[in-house]
């Protein structure tokens, strides 16, 4: 039998376009052609993701609703420039919510702040009623998006974190309807937002996440209907307070509100509507409230309905916890953290909320939840969520399992471009709404380590008296040690926060106490621990400082006993950099992929116990499995056994991989190149992204494979660089070898046999080398301007594409020193395509270029030039050279001395 809410789904069927090899199932999903791009790392999730089965849970817990459909599933695809106003095809099919930089998004291109992301689908709709309304929700899309319904724009979003709903009826039509999604991403280079993503990701900053990113879904509801709902514990009255924001409020309505424990009404009351009244005030009181904290995560249900005439026309489940957070003294006068009025030390991790295959996007709600059990398992009571904000069901995991919550904003970029902080601020008041109702999130973090930061004191205390109902940390580690060194000092870097902070790296320690202030380390730790086989880039793996397993556990173990003791001298929070390792990052407790934990279990449980009290809340699951502990004997010291392993003839590619790796750690060049040239030979495509900057890495001699490989295809290795990085390498090795005598000796060659020989052996990189060094001779050493300007011809004729030398600090010494128009002319090409290439914005190189125009008598294009030079202008310096160029050319006076 079908219910009612599912009858009124059935009218709503989802319809892919008809792709050319593309199935469509009876719910008119695409179904074929879908495949996660292929991935060196990634969780054991991953290979439960499919093209129809994609995040269905209900994405809003808080504002849940039976009469839903998930959108979430193959939609088509189209990356254009910035001037397309509607894509004329689509360039294939991506899984919606992945990023489509991710591998599960079936795409896996990274999106350029200059391009736009399209999305498109198709909405069939059947009988929807007139007082009918549909809603279309999206969790979140990074950056901005522009909604598009049958071609009309029907909305503009803002905000990469923050999720929003449209009602869409009204451009609605009978039959097949066209969803249009367009966004636009500037990642690191524009005002908005990023945190940890970045375009060229290392060693902190890692892969962006451009597009949609969280589920989107469809919900049918009444012309009157629950829009929001905000719900505030008081646990010293017993009292919840409810706003409730409708849409198209009518006095002959009632809302019911109810509180309900265990399956049982504990409080409702009953409320008539007023017309066009579309906010509600109650206050329901909590008998004998249950207090959550993470020894007793209790969650009430909460139930609201909209009734005409006694008819249900709208409802909506959601639950609150009942807790308090404070900042309070102890019996011995210490300000504190208090939870539920009572000192709790917050134990906590910094969690960065990455994943290999989804990027921002977890694969499943199931690895959704296992990062946070995982976290609490270890014995750790608090979670930093750290420059980023989760989907609302992460947060619905954390209120559900009892973990408290220290929220990041996700802070401006560092250079503060315009608009940046107003859409900071818009941000934060939006966040801030969107998860106020979360009873895990207890503290608000505003700014860390200087990122972006300014207004702090404002900013810090509009926070507290917007919501006053948690604590504020103002400013994490803007006191910054290293290594017992503090990076640079603050005068009032705590001011109006509730917390005094600093981070420590390796090694904790305590802020000063300031009355009225917890004192908290918001990081420290960033213990790197590389384990083979489950590395993002084994050739950058990064942590504050490298150690192997067993040492990880000695210095975890050393820390946390310094903790205690620093929490004796009023410390009340800690926050462990981290528990996963995110791609270059390996300073986790577990390894990226969740498949290798670096301490067992119930030995960081042990250690943490000093801090916390594992109570019933922290219970392990006996069927929950978190990782393989990681084998302590698997490191580095292994090198003599494994080139056993090797002369006895092991070729396996990884085992190569690895082995060629530790030589480089040790600096074994002989056997880097041998086993090196092994590994290279078995590579089917050596030209692929990481085989060749693993090739690039181990590179260092003429006798490496990878030499041979970068010399004689340096333009396809360009390409996949996206630089002039194979033609840099080659000569680089070759000046090493070939003329270190020369250059340590200052020994003067022949050049015009040392040309010949060059040429012979290495071709044509040989052949600019030595030209290039050449040209270098006449212009540092002799002075022989002459030479200087037949040997840039002859150096640039070759290497202006991929030169090693700045072309227009060249070319400006041969604007002073040479008069020869055919070696002038010359220059004025090479120089148009450094302009064109390499120094768009710089105001020099188009100085260098205005006087070349201005010495070959193009005077009138000189002029024009020079002109821009000015408007580029940078500093007061260049400002005054300039003008007093364009000065002289106007008056047709020389800009180049004129005794050379």
């Known amino acids: ?75 088509e695809y189209a990356i254009t420039d910035s001037t397309t106003k509607k894509p004329i095809s689509y360039d294939g099919v991506i899984l919606v919510p992945y990023p489509i930089e991710s591998a599960l998004s079936g795409v896996q291109k990274q999106l350029k702040p200059e391009q736009r992301l399209w999305y498109k689908k198709n909405i069939k709709i059947q009988n929807i009623k007139n007082n009918d309304r549909l809603i279309l929700n999206f969790g979140a899309i990074d950056w901005q998006a522009t909604i598009y319904v049958n071609n009309a724009e029907v909305a503009t979003h803002t905000n990469g974190y923050e999720e929003f709903s449209i009602d869409i009826t009204k451009y609605l039509q009978a039959g097949n309807n066209e969803l249009l999604v367009k966004t636009y991403d500037p990642t690191d280079q524009g005002p908005n937002p990023h945190g940890k993503q970045v375009l060229n990701p290392m060693n902190i900053y890692y892969t962006s ?9 469809l919900e049918k509801v009444a012309e009157t209907h629950v829009k929001k709902i905000k719900m505030t514990p008081d646990i010293d009255k017993g009292i919840l307070s409810i706003q409730i924001n409708t849409i198209d409020a009518h006095s002959d309505m009632v809302m019911e509100v109810a509180a309900i424990s265990n399956n049982k009404i504990i409080n409702s009351k009953k409320i008539q509507l007023t017309n066009n009244i579309n906010s509600t005030n109650i206050q329901l009181l909590i008998p004998d409230a249950q207090l959550w904290s993470p020894d007793n995560p209790f969650l009430y249900d909460l139930s609201v309905k909209i009734l005409k005439s006694g008819k249900i026309i709208d409802e909506i489940k959601s639950y609150f916890g009942m807790r308090k957070i404070s900042i309070q003294k102890d019996e011995k006068g210490t300000d504190r953290i208090f939870l539920n009025n009572k000192y709790t030390f917050n134990l906590g991790i910094l969690d960065q909320g990455f994943w290999p295959e989804g990027l921002y996007t977890a694969p499943t709600d199931e690895a959704l939840a296992f990062d946070i059990k995982t976290i609490k398992s270890m014995g750790f009571n608090t979670i930093r969520k750290h420059i980023k904000i989760e989907p609302a069901r992460w947060y619905y995991h954390a209120d559900k399992m009892g973990v408290l919550v220290w929220q990041d904003f996700v802070n401006p970029p ?6 940046s902080k107003t859409i900071f601020e818009n941000e934060v008041k939006e966040i801030i709404d969107q998860l106020h109702n979360h009873p895990s999130i207890i503290t608000w973090v505003i700014f860390n380590e200087r990122w972006g930061v300014y207004d702090q004191q404002r900013i810090t205390e509009w926070v507290k008296k917007y919501d006053p109902s948690r604590v504020v940390n103002g400013h994490s580690g803007e006191l910054l040690y290293v290594n017992g060194e503090l990076r640079e000092p603050s005068t009032n870097p705590w001011i109006s926060s509730d917390m005094t902070d600093v981070h420590s790296y390796p090694e904790p320690r305590n802020p000063p106490g300031q009355p009225g202030k917890a004192k908290v380390i918001g990081e420290f730790g960033g213990i790197g621990v590389p384990v083979p086989g489950h590395q993002w880039d084994d050739l950058h793996g990064w942590g504050y400082v490298q150690s192997t397993a067993d040492e990880l556990k000695e210095k975890y173990t050393q820390m946390i006993v310094t903790l205690k003791k620093l929490e004796q001298e009023g410390l009340s929070a800690s926050i462990y950099t981290q528990p996963f390792d995110v791609e270059g990052e390996e300073n986790g407790l577990l390894t990226y992929d969740r498949e290798i934990i670096k301490i067992p279990i119930n030995d960081i449980r042990n250690i943490n116990k000093s801090l916390v009290h594992l109570s019933n809340g922290f219970n392990l699951d006996p069927n929950f499995y978190i990782a393989a502990n990681i084998n302590t004997n698997d490191n580095d010291n292994k090198y003599v056994e494994l080139l056993d392993e090797y002369d006895k003839g092991n070729r396996d590619s990884t085992f ?57 295809n340096a333009e396809k290795a360009n390409e996949v660089f996206g630089s002039i990085q194979a033609q840099y390498k080659v000569k680089q090795i070759i000046e090493k070898e070939e003329l270190s005598d020369y250059l340590n000796n200052k020994i003067i060659p022949n050049w015009d046999s040392l040309y010949q020989e060059m040429s012979l052996k290495y071709g044509q990189s040989g052949e600019e080398l030595i030209l290039g060094k050449r040209m270098m001779y006449y212009h540092d050493i002799t002075h022989d301007w002459e030479n200087y300007g037949k040997y840039y011809m002859l150096y640039f004729g070759k290497a202006y594409k991929h030169p090693d030398y700045k072309i227009n600090n060249l070319t400006w010494q ?8 055919l070696i002038l002319e010359f220059a004025l090409q090479v120089m148009k395509y450094d302009l064109e290439k390499w120094d768009q914005n710089n105001p020099s190189a188009y100085d260098t270029y205005a006087n070349l125009l201005y010495k070959l008598n193009k005077s009138s294009e000189g002029i024009i030039w020079e002109e821009k030079a000015l408007k580029l202008k940078r500093t007061k310096a260049e400002e005054e050279s300039f003008a007093e160029t364009l000065q002289k050319m106007k008056a047709g006076l020389p800009t180049w001395p004129q005794n050379n």
Not at 27 to 56: C, F
């Open 1 to 75: 039998m079908i219910s009612k809410h599912h009858y009124s789904l059935l009218l709503l069927l989802i319809a892919g376009n008809c792709l050319a090899g593309n199935q469509v199932d009876t719910l008119g999903r695409i179904t074929a052609d879908y495949h996660m791009k292929p991935i060196h790392q990634k969780t054991r999730w991953a290979g439960k993701v499919n093209s129809v089965n994609v995040l269905e849970e209900y994405p809003r817990p808080q504002l849940k609703r039976d009469n839903w459909k998930c959108l979430n599933g193959l939609w």
């Open 209 to 217: 996440s451009s597009g949609i990113w969280q589920t989107v879904w």
């Open 414 to 419: 560092q250079g503060l471009p315009d608009e």
């Open 656 to 712: 190569l991989r690895r082995l060629t790796l530790i030589a480089l750690r040790k600096k074994d060049q002989p056997r880097i190149t041998q086993i090196g040239n092994s590994y290279i030979a078995m590579l089917k495509d050596p030209f692929n992204k990481e085989n060749l900057y693993f090739i690039n890495s181990i590179t260092n001699t003429t006798k490496d494979q990878g030499f041979v490989l970068l010399n004689t």
């Open 814 to 821: 041969l604007f002073l020193k040479v008069d020869d128009p």
